[in-house]
């Protein structure tokens, strides 16, 4: 599996490390907490294409 940080997905998303984890917290972004280690997640590259790929759908249903 390829992962992913808070970090990298951030930059990947033209996002802030918060917006991330915020979207992370509502369960819009599929990620795993590691475990023993506070607020520290990791994200499958898989799920993180996915939340992409939901967000361009809902953009073009809202530009019609």
Known sequence: NDYL????AARYLKKSEST???LIRSRKLR???????????IIERSDMLEYRMNRMMEQNKKSK
Not at 32 to 39: H, I, R, T, W, Y
């Open 31 to 41: 990620a795993k907490k590691l475990a023993g280690k506070f607020g520290v997640y």
């Open 20 to 22: 991330v984890r915020r």
């Open 5 to 8: 940080t808070v970090k990298e």
